[in-house]
């Protein structure tokens, strides 16, 4: 994906901040990913440790970081991309505990963290990402990570995929293993995908069949669609199979399993 932060930075520094009415006057969904509050809705839910410290891993031009600042005491934004980091460092230029710092997960040498959470920026190798990411947590620390399905049914349907995708089976195997037994993983299913979230199921909140017939609005579905989505996910929620076909995951990982 392209850096658009060079021209994000002259329309934020035009509308003096408003990103509402920048995305109501300048429709784009680069600009709509980058900038709607609709994002924070993945983790707004989530009980932060307040006196936590949190290392987000690709800045995502700070769709995401205020978010953090407000509920953490220090966060820590780590992209090998300084325009990207020079955007997110305007848009939160009122919050005084971040750090921003140009470098790559590999290369990252300063550890503690209570929270790293990659949120649609893990990259190949992925295990060796993965590990990398865990080595830089506190012991009781969780590793939060959102990544597209490879499997989503969006994508079967013509939608445009990340180049980075994983199915549920490689993602619970990247972080607890293949006996599964290495941590404990917590999915959660963002409708419909973790950049726009309107809805979160959770493996202990399913959707049923009648839930998502009217399939939830996703502003990169093609013009024309290969199937009825809303159709396909009746028959995937009635099958019990929702979990295998989401159209991406939300995941929160311990090294302890639960009680």
Not at 123 to 151: E, F, M, T, V, W
Request: charged share 30%.
């Amino acid at each position: 994906m392209n850096d658009i932060s060079p021209e994000l930075k002259k329309l934020f520094v035009k509308y003096n901040g408003d990103t509402k009415k920048l995305l109501q006057e300048n429709p784009n969904l680069d600009y709509l990913y980058a900038l709607s509050d609709i994002r924070e809705n993945l983790l707004e839910w989530y009980e932060f440790d307040e006196e936590g410290s949190l290392l987000q891993v690709g800045s995502d031009y700070g769709a995401l970081t205020n978010l953090y600042s407000r509920r953490v005491r220090e966060v820590t934004v780590l992209d090998p991309d300084s325009n990207n980091l020079s955007f997110n460092r305007l848009r939160n230029e009122k919050q005084g505990n971040i750090q921003y710092i140009t470098g790559d997960l590999d290369t990252f040498e300063e550890e503690g963290f209570d929270y790293v959470v990659l949120v649609g920026s893990l990259k190949p190798p992925y295990d060796k990402h993965i590990r990398k990411a865990k080595s830089l947590l506190k012991p009781q620390g969780k590793l939060i990570l959102s990544i597209c399905n490879r499997l989503g049914l969006k994508y079967q349907a013509g939608a445009i995929p990340d180049k980075d995708r994983l199915s549920r089976t490689e993602v619970l195997e990247l972080l607890c293993g293949e006996d599964k037994r290495s941590g404990n993983a917590e999915f959660h299913y963002p409708m419909p995908d973790y950049r726009l979230p309107i809805t979160l199921y959770s493996d202990e909140y399913l959707p049923g069949k009648g839930d998502l017939t009217h399939a939830i609005l996703a502003y990169d579905y093609p013009k024309y669609l290969k199937f009825d989505l809303g159709k396909m996910f009746d028959e995937v929620c009635e099958g019990k199979q929702f979990e295998t076909f989401a159209n991406s995951f939300l995941t929160i990982w311990s090294r302890h399993e639960k009680n």
